[in-house]
């Protein structure tokens, strides 16, 4: 997970890199290509010099600049003269002529002054006539290549030259950007698996150095309060148990006292049949107590995982059965007939399970419907088989539950594992103990309403060729 995390940010980062360079690159162009051409006025002085040439015009006393070539010559802060052909020597200028200008040019000087420079003024030139018009520039005006020579086999190769260029280029800037973000890649990766470790609980420490050591500092107080809290808690839910237990201990023997002299007195002929009910009365009412303050101690054990589960493959069907022998026997007066509805051909659903905690479970279920039916029901029990999964299905018709008994029951927590508000809770540890002991087989149980309008609680767990696959 972790090395998925460093990819994922070197991917982003080179990918980053690369989108950077390439607008980059695009933005140079298009920067170059635009000073270029507002600062590139090359072809405007040629053009400059050729409007000049057309201007020149004979006249009575030599020849003439037209108003169109006086304005050129503004325009630009620029002077001209005109070489003749044969001799070398001006036969004209213009009126703002620097005096070191001379007037007369061998081969050599025109040759130069077409390619460059006038006494450092910078030159361009036109053709007027036979004769040669030279256009001279201000000395801070213009820069000019005097040699533009270049050989052809760079010219013929020069893409070539540039696509290396570009990929020496991108390699370097790579290897810096590398370089520089390693320090980075090595400060993030302890802590990514820092963070990753927190939630599971792992022993978390990450050495403060480096870019990141602030927040490595960060993520070491985090661990070190989050275990300061676990450890707190830990000692507090131990505290919770040990107290359930040392209460239901205590209660055990007084409560045991109560019962046998309750039950003595319901057998005593000397009493009254008024007295002796009113024994049977605190006789019944104690052995709630026993049964309340024993489901009590084993929720407590379940929900701190302290109630040690002794695994074996096990028999749903046998299990079931013997939920519901138990119950018939106890059953004299017959007010809960117990039906069982499971078919003949399924003999036996095997899980991996504590089977005395498994049958704790039905019994709860079946316990729930004779507690919460005074009248007396029916109960209906069976167990099948779906897909990867074993099923008990506890029914009955008696009152059932509204739909907003039902809602709560369903998602209102109870009062054993309720950490977050005094309001309104879940009482009755009986199907809470259902629910535990299924979560612990990797099952899980729901409620419902039954076919006939009373209550049904279905069980589900892993069946043992399923449960040994998940571990």
């Not at 070398?88 to 025109?110: F, K, Q, R, V």
């Not at 490595?216 to 148990?241: C, D, F, M, V, W």
């Not at 504590?354 to 009248?375: F, G, I, P, T």
Request: aromatic letters at 8%; charged letters at 25%.
């Amino acid at each position: 997970m972790m090395m998925k995390s460093m990819l994922k940010l070197i991917r982003r980062s080179l990918l980053l890199l690369l989108i950077s360079m390439f607008l980059l690159l695009i933005f140079n162009g298009v920067f170059f290509i635009s000073v270029t051409a507002s600062h590139n006025s090359g072809g405007s002085i040629w053009t400059a010099a050729e409007t000049v040439a057309d201007s020149l015009s004979p006249s009575s006393d030599g020849l003439r600049l037209s108003e169109e070539g006086r304005k050129t010559l503004k325009e630009y802060g620029a002077w001209a003269i005109l070489i003749e052909d044969k001799s070398g020597n001006t036969i004209w200028e213009s009126d703002n002529l620097p005096e070191e200008i001379p007037d007369h040019y061998s081969a050599a000087e025109i040759a130069r002054a077409v390619n460059g420079y006038i006494c450092d003024y910078p030159t361009s030139f036109s053709r007027k006539g036979d004769h040669l018009l030279i256009l001279g520039l201000p000395k801070t005006g213009y820069w000019k290549l005097m040699w533009p020579a270049f050989d052809y086999n760079f010219i013929a190769n020069l893409p070539k030259l540039l696509l290396i260029g570009l990929l020496c280029n991108l390699g370097i800037v790579s290897l810096i950007y590398f370089l520089a973000s390693s320090g980075i890649f090595r400060s993030v990766k302890p802590i990514l698996k820092g963070i990753q470790d927190l939630p599971e609980g792992k022993e978390v420490y990450v050495r403060e150095r480096g870019l990141l050591s602030e927040l490595a500092s960060s993520i070491n107080q985090s661990a070190e309060k989050l275990r300061s809290q676990e450890h707190s808690l830990k000692k507090k839910e131990t505290a919770r148990a040990n107290w359930i237990a040392g209460v239901s201990h205590d209660i055990r023997t007084p409560l045991s006292m109560i019962m046998g002299y309750a039950g003595q007195l319901e057998e005593d002929a000397a009493l009254s049949g008024s007295q002796r009910q009113k024994a049977a009365v605190i006789r019944r009412q104690s052995e709630k107590i026993r049964d309340l303050v024993s489901d009590l101690n084993l929720a407590s054990r379940l929900e701190y995982n302290m109630q040690p589960l002794h695994l074996e493959i096990c028999n749903l069907v046998a299990i079931a059965r013997q939920a519901s022998v138990d119950f018939i026997n106890n059953d004299i007066e017959g007010r809960y007939p117990i039906r069982w509805l499971t078919k003949d051909s399924l003999s036996s659903c095997l899980v991996r399970g504590d089977s005395s905690l498994l049958q704790r479970a039905v019994a709860n279920v079946v316990q729930n419907s004779m507690n919460h039916n005074d009248n007396g029901c029916r109960i209906d029990i069976t167990v099948e088989k779906s897909g990867s999964w074993g099923i008990i299905r506890v029914d009955d018709n008696g009152a059932g539950v509204e739909d907003w008994q039902l809602d709560k029951l369903r998602n209102t927590p109870h009062y054993m594992v309720c950490d977050e508000n005094t309001g309104p809770q879940r009482h009755g540890l009986g199907l809470l103990i259902v629910r535990q002991i299924l979560e612990a087989h990797h099952g899980n149980a729901s409620f419902d309403h039954s076919k006939e309008g009373g209550f049904s609680v279905l069980m589900k767990l892993p069946l043992a060729d399923s449960a040994d696959k998940r571990n």
